[in-house]
């Protein structure tokens, strides 16, 4: 199983990013998806969440401005984050539980200027 983080980049405060994270290996569209990020020197931190039915979960900090989907047909899940602020930069890390087992992606990095 494979999960490649895309989309991180730099961004002012207020701006907006989208991450992919495409799967390979996995009964995606019965998968459970989601996305964690760890700032430096800090735990890694739940930040959303889809079910195969598409429901959607979130860390509160996050509801509202991050918008969390899933493209079955393309393998991939996409976080949509608007009026980003710099206390959300970290490194995001895809995240799949496919029958019972879990699996990491390689983080994407988003950096939010001030």
């Known amino acids: 199983v494979q999960l490649q983080a895309s989309g991180g980049g730099l961004v002012q405060a207020g701006g907006s990013l989208r991450l992919s994270c495409t799967s390979s290996?996995?009964?995606?569209?019965?998968?459970?998806l989601g996305w964690f990020r760890q700032a430096p020197g800090k735990e890694r931190d739940f930040v959303a969440a889809?079910?195969?039915?598409?429901?959607?979960y979130y860390a509160d900090s996050v509801k509202g401005p991050f918008t969390f989907s899933r493209d079955n047909a393309k393998n991939t899940v996409y976080l949509e984050m608007h009026d980003l602020k710099p206390e959300d930069s970290a490194v995001y890390f895809c995240?799949?539980?496919?029958?019972?087992?879990?699996?990491w992606g390689e983080g994407t990095l988003v950096t939010v200027s001030s």
């Open positions: 995240y799949a539980r496919d029958r019972g087992a879990h699996y």
């Open positions: 290996g996995l009964s995606f569209s019965r998968a459970r």
């Open positions: 889809i079910t195969y039915s598409r429901s959607t």
